[in-house]
Nanobody, 124 residues
Framework: QVQLVESGGGLVQAGGSLRLSCAASGRTVSSSAMGWFRQAPRKEREFVAA????????KYADSMQGRATISRDNAKNTVYLQMNSLKVEDAAVYYCAARVARYVGAGVQDYAYWGQGTQVTVSS
């Protein structure tokens, strides 16, 4: 079974930075594109960023462009999301997801495996 465990969430002041991590296990994860999504109260889960299996291709939501960097270390089976200049509207539960494909996807339906999420709170 594929398992994803997020960490690194917490409370940060608006304008601050945070680095999220996703530890992956399972035989299919190492060959999977990975993504980050978030879900705020009363809102649908939305795309944040994604990275291909090789790490050569990345994709970001327009709202995160220039403020986020996704990376991965396949040797460590870990995916990272560095977020800077955080805004109050960035507050949400952030989820790591794995796709059974090498290339990135931006839709929830593109990913088959999900972590439990890590809470990011941004104070004004």
């Amino acid at each position: 079974q594929v398992q994803l465990v997020e960490s690194g969430g917490g409370l940060v002041q608006a304008g601050g930075s945070l680095r999220l991590s996703c530890a992956a296990s399972g035989r299919t994860v190492s060959s999977s594109a990975m993504g980050w999504f978030r879900q705020a109260p009363r809102k649908e889960r939305e795309f944040v960023a994604a990275i291909s299996w090789s790490g050569g291709n990345t994709k970001y939501a327009d709202s995160m462009q220039g403020r986020a960097t996704i990376s991965r270390d396949n040797a460590k089976n870990t995916v990272y999301l560095q977020m800077n200049s955080l805004k109050v509207e960035d507050a949400a539960v952030y989820y790591c997801a794995a796709r059974v494909a090498r290339y990135v996807g931006a839709g929830v339906q593109d990913y088959a495996y999900w972590g439990q999420g890590t809470q990011v709170t941004v104070s004004s």
